[in-house]
């Protein structure tokens, strides 16, 4: 693609040094260049992109986006903001891909990696092609295998590139899970999105957003954009629904769920056992029977929001039904590792996660027998929601353990002593400190017994921990194998 041609997107912008030549490809890492490759000028939090751009020149980039005029003698595009730019040149450079697919945006705090699971697997019962884009990777196929993402929505040369991939592969329909990261960021601008869905909007990120009401907005983006045709999907129970329904646009479909509150698609009679949830979902005057292997009550949220997005899609509602009951746990997501005690992996990484969490392994645990939380905070992130997340794990738990999640650039030991801010009685009989999360792990072995319910939480499907030096290989699920019997 020409130069020039990259160019039919942008409104504002001037010209350096200016020659049409031919671009190979984008990228915004100088270590990551090839030749004829656009090099996109970023700053980020710790580093500038103007300062890589000789460097980039040097690996071979033909020509330079960028804020202000650098003294290099290659084409120049300067721009106001090249981070929001970078989505307009990427969708030019892949031929604006999603323009030629049903996509599908799921955003919130917590659910959004398992509602576009089972939204991709409604289409698949249908007989219809789904390719998923999140926090686990993107996913060509339900058998296809997971290909690595370094972000849960993608930085624009990567989404656009994997957009029109699924394009290539004849793949019709894509479900994307949305963060608010990336609507502020603009990574999902020229996307074109026929249906949105939303999960729920609790603490998370305010080390980014600052308030829940700029984390609302970056949320709200998602909605607020959707065109004439398009479907939106909003939980009816959370406190920020009517903020939701009031943003979506004339001509866009708006299908609510829920189980408190009047909703499009709601769900009575649940029921919890060790096998899942059952209940009766209630839609255009229907009743019908379900029998979820997904267990607790924000797992019967996320299938709601899935069955009225295959509403939504036109989908029949016995093919919604059928593959809803047929899909097991996601990757990280209430994961059952070990049977005796019975040993929960779960991702949840915020205050209403966790809660959300241990209410449900709550619903598990036989009378007589102990509900055991794990679980840590990550560093150089949002440290109010440290001590809410002691005080649940300390109000929801019989026996605590705190240790270490991804401290990342912080001391681990200052991380807990936030946590341990919220409990509020540290007896020593029940509240334990391991900063090493391998070691907290093993030491569960020793307070466990074979009918409590252990619940691991904050890491999920990670195999990682970011410490301040280096990132090692760590599996919560891993470990926990070694010490309990496997499934």
Request: proline letters at 3%.
């Amino acid at each position: 693609m020409l130069l020039k041609d990259l160019l039919n997107l942008l409104d504002n912008y001037e010209t350096v040094n200016f020659n049409n030549i031919e671009i190979t490809g984008i990228s915004y890492n100088s270590s990551k260049v090839e030749n004829g490759n656009i090099f996109i000028c970023i700053k980020g939090e710790a580093s500038d992109g103007h300062d890589y751009a000789l460097q980039a020149v040097n690996k071979g980039a033909a020509a330079l986006f960028c804020e202000k005029e650098l003294n290099i003698n290659v084409p120049q595009i300067i721009v106001k903001d090249t981070k929001r730019t970078m989505a307009y040149i990427a969708a030019k450079f892949y031929d604006e891909p999603s323009k030629k697919i049903n996509l599908i945006g799921v955003t919130g705090t917590n659910g959004k990696t398992t509602v576009t699971h089972l939204i991709q697997k409604i289409y698949e019962e249908n007989n219809q092609k789904c390719a998923l884009i999140g926090t686990l990777g993107y996913k060509l196929s339900g058998k296809d295998k997971y290909h690595e993402a370094k972000h849960t929505t993608p930085q624009p040369p990567e989404l656009q590139r994997d957009l029109k991939l699924m394009v290539d592969e004849n793949i019709d329909n894509v479900v994307m899970e949305v963060s608010s990261h990336s609507l502020e960021q603009n990574r999902v601008g020229c996307c074109d999105f026929n249906g949105a869905v939303f999960t729920n909007l609790t603490q998370d990120h305010l080390d980014y957003h600052i308030t829940m009401r700029n984390y609302f907005k970056a949320k709200a983006m998602l909605f607020e954009n959707l065109k004439e045709g398009a479907f939106a999907v909003i939980n009816a129970d959370d406190e920020y629904s009517k903020d939701f329904i009031d943003i979506v646009p004339k001509g866009v479909r708006c299908l609510t769920y829920g189980v408190k509150n009047q909703a499009d698609v709601r769900a009575s009679n649940i029921d919890f056992s060790v096998d899942g949830a059952s209940l009766t979902v209630e839609f255009n005057s229907k009743k019908e029977k379900m029998n979820l292997h997904l267990n607790g009550m924000f797992s019967v949220y996320n299938a709601l929001a899935a069955f009225a997005a295959g509403l939504a899609s036109g989908i029949d509602s016995n093919i919604i039904i059928t593959a809803l009951e047929n899909t097991k746990s996601v990757d990280g997501r209430f994961e059952i590792v070990a049977k005796q005690p019975l040993v929960i992996v779960d991702y949840a990484h915020t205050p209403d996660g966790l809660e959300n969490v241990l209410k449900a392994a709550r619903e598990l645990t036989p009378d007589g027998s102990n509900l055991i939380c794990l679980f840590g905070c990550g560093g150089d992130r949002d440290t109010t929601k440290r001590p809410k997340m002691g005080k649940i794990a300390d109000e929801l738990s019989d026996k605590v353990i705190v240790t270490s999640d991804n401290p990342r650039s912080e001391d681990p030991q200052l991380i807990i002593s936030d946590i341990m801010t919220g409990i509020k009685t540290v007896d020593t009989r029940r509240i334990f400190v391991e900063p090493d999360r391998r070691e907290a792990i093993k030491f569960l072995k020793t307070i466990a017994n074979p009918s409590d319910v252990v619940v691991i939480a904050g890491k999920g499907h990670e195999d990682y921990q970011i410490l301040k030096n280096e990132t090692i290989h760590f599996d919560d699920r891993e470990e926990a194998r070694k010490v309990f019997a496997c499934v």
